[in-house]
């Protein structure tokens, strides 16, 4: 078959270039017949050009032209002509000129198309990813496809350029605790054994520091069995970063520029040189939530001082309650928040009727809180007052209405102002307050639209970029109480630096212990993790043993880890962003499927090829596997 291959592109043709000859490959976006003549907009990754077949074409050419379909591959090859004033597209930027085709040669079919490929797709999910070719081919694919690989060039340019080596780690290896369930490959070799893949290349990247590189990166895939929900990907990209001789601040510094270099040179934003910092306690009193969106305010505030004074019963148990499970925790050594009353206001809410506050209510449940109380706030003669819901609670006297100094000091303290809502949850364990009413705040930023700009594209839209607001959350605790299993775990992973003043408390109260460990945070989602990490073979044992790890377990796991760090381990920290995230906030898209080129589906499964599949009865018997099939 004769390959008529192209002179040029179909984004580049400019008026300038009328009265040339030119070849162009592509796929047919478009055909329209106009009394005798015939338009195709003929696309490839640069652009769309519109190719004229004249009513006075050849025979033969005309004959091609009436065969040709959506997503048919063409070779075109014509004359460059300015299109008629009338028909100018200042929307394309080859608008102003059209070819006049000679010669067409179809260089391939396309079958009936499932769905059409346009900007946007109102086709379901799985069947975009049942024909991911076709979808992949959309501009609004392939620009997205096109932001990750200029983000990932970029990273490397300024990784590189700060005296990192992209050093790659193995794939199959032994089992690296990320908190989830690892994915296993059965070994042929050595029957029963297993390698497991990565849940991250972290035990390689501290040992390349043992082994002297001091400042490593790599664009790593990562392996995590977790049950599909919400937007996890089986696998996904880390940007994982480890540098030797760090503290803290000098990971956070390097974050910070690296992000600054991709975000100026992809987007053209100027990223603050440092971003806010909030430590996981002021993050969790002020948000509710460690993964704060700051693209709005409407803060938590602390109610409880005016809870002794008012006469609500719910919420003085609740304090009463945490109170005397802090004293007993205390009278063991160990550390309780207490209890805990928050209330947010909700600007101009006062007409929120009571099912959208029993939405906010289900909301809160969700986290365990075990009710949603309000108020709102009127306007009296010339001073404002609480009335419905909670208010009643807070009269200075029994039955009068709450327009006193009760209720006037709690609208000062909350900057309320007439015509707000005020939304409360009270709760015997403090975090279960916070965490509440925190996702009654995040639910009321998405419903009211307190985010400008929210769901818009970022990259390369006639909108502008969106808002970033980068936050780092810094000071988490070390460890969390695992309540089903009755048991401490480690809130990052095992190989966190205690901050230094809780090493003598480390067993005694593990509840009280802060890592050295960070989070960077945009718009409300985690973008990276990290930690300085712990380099003596003693204290590692410690971390170990607090979770539960038996000596003999930790030896057989990590034993070569522990090892490696008797032989003059540096100090050393890191970080890993995840790579589908940054490009998904940059694309002001809401699913990291959207960014990744072949995703699974909600269902981890790849309705393109059919993935998982199954294997022959052969490649079991070779790995001495044998299926056993639940009834
Ligand atoms: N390995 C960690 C993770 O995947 C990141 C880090 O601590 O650098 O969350």
């Not at 004229?52 to 033969?60: F, G, K, L, T």
């Not at 880390?238 to 910070?256: C, H, N």
């Not at 880890?561 to 100090?571: K, V």
């Not at 940054?582 to 269902?603: D, Q």
Request: charged share 25%.
């Amino acid at each position: 078959m004769e390959i008529l291959k192209r002179t040029v592109n179909c984004g580049a043709l400019r008026k300038t270039d009328a009265g040339k000859t030119v070849i162009l490959n592509g796929w047919v976006h478009r055909k329209r017949d106009h009394g005798g003549i015939s338009f195709i907009n003929l696309r490839d990754r640069w652009g769309i050009t519109q190719a004229v077949i004249d009513q006075d074409a050849p025979a033969e050419l005309a004959g091609i032209a009436s065969e040709l379909r959506n997503e048919y591959c063409l070779a075109v090859e014509g004359k460059v002509r300015p299109r008629p004033p009338e028909m100018v597209n200042p929307d394309m930027p080859t608008g102003e000129i059209e070819v006049a085709a000679e010669r067409i040669v179809i260089l391939n079919r396309s079958g009936v198309l499932p769905f059409q490929i346009d900007e946007k797709t109102s086709a379901g999910e799985d069947l975009r990813l049942k024909y991911r070719y076709l979808d992949l081919r959309s501009f609004a694919m392939q620009n997205r496809i096109r932001l990750r690989s200029e983000v990932s060039f970029a990273v490397r340019e300024w990784m590189t350029g700060q005296g990192f080596y992209e050093i790659e780690t193995p794939t199959f290896i032994r089992s690296t605790p990320e908190g989830a369930r690892d994915y296993l490959v059965p070994s042929r070799l050595y029957p029963g054994k297993f390698y497991a893949l990565p849940q991250s290349p972290q035990l390689y990247k501290q040992i390349l520091m043992v082994a002297g590189f001091d400042k490593y990166f790599q664009i790593a895939r990562c392996y995590r069995d977790e049950d599909a929900r919400g937007d996890r990907q089986p696998e996904f990209t880390q940007i994982d970063i480890e540098m030797s001789f760090v503290s803290r601040d000098d990971v956070l510094a390097m974050t910070e520029g690296l992000f600054g270099h991709v975000f100026k040179k992809i987007l053209g934003v100027e990223l603050p040189a440092r971003f806010t910092r909030l430590t996981y306690e002021e993050a969790m009193e002020r948000y509710g939530t460690d993964k704060p969106d700051l693209r709005f305010d409407m803060l938590l505030h602390d109610f409880s001082p005016w809870v002794e004074q008012g006469s609500f019963q719910a919420f003085k148990d609740a304090l009463g309650r945490g109170e005397a499970d802090r004293k007993e925790a205390a009278a063991k050594g160990v550390s309780a928040s207490g209890g805990g009353v928050k209330a947010l206001v909700v600007k101009s809410g006062a007409g929120y009727s009571r099912k959208q506050i029993e939405e906010l209510e289900a909301q809160a449940k969700i986290y365990r809180a075990k009710g949603l109380a309000w108020m709102k706030v009127a306007c009296g003669e010339g001073s404002p007052f609480l009335e419905g819901g909670a208010a009643k609670f807070f009269a200075d006297t029994a039955g009068a209405p709450a327009d006193g100094e009760l209720a006037r000091s709690i609208i000062t303290g909350l900057k309320a102002e007439p015509g707000d809502l005020v939304l409360m949850v009270a709760d015997s364990r403090r975090s279960v307050a916070n965490t509440a009413l925190g996702a009654v705040r995040s639910k009321l930023g998405r419903d009211l639209g307190l985010v400008p700009g929210a769901g818009q594209p970022a990259a390369g839209n006639a909108a502008g970029p969106g808002r970033f607001e980068f936050v780092w959350i810094v000071d988490f605790p070390m460890f969390e109480f695992n309540e089903e299993e009755n048991r401490w775990e480690a809130a990052h992973h095992l190989f966190t630096w205690p901050q230094e003043q809780y090493h003598a408390v480390l067993e005694r109260d593990p509840g009280s212990v802060k890592g050295d460990l960070y989070d960077l945070v945009l718009n409300g989602y985690e973008l990276a993790s990290g930690s300085i990490r712990i380099h003596d073979p003693e204290l590692q044992k410690r971390i170990f043993s607090i979770v539960g790890i038996k000596a003999e377990e930790a030896e057989k796991k990590f034993g070569f880890l522990t090892e490696a760090f008797t032989y003059g381990a540096p100090p050393h920290g890191g970080i890993a962003p995840g790579l589908d995230r940054l490009v998904m906030l940059m694309a002001g898209e809401t699913s990291i499927k959207e960014v990744i080129t072949f995703p699974k589906n909600s269902f981890a499964v790849s309705p393109m090829d059919d993935c998982p599949g199954d294997v022959d009865q052969k490649q079991l018997d070779e790995l001495h596997l044998r299926i056993v099939k639940n009834e």
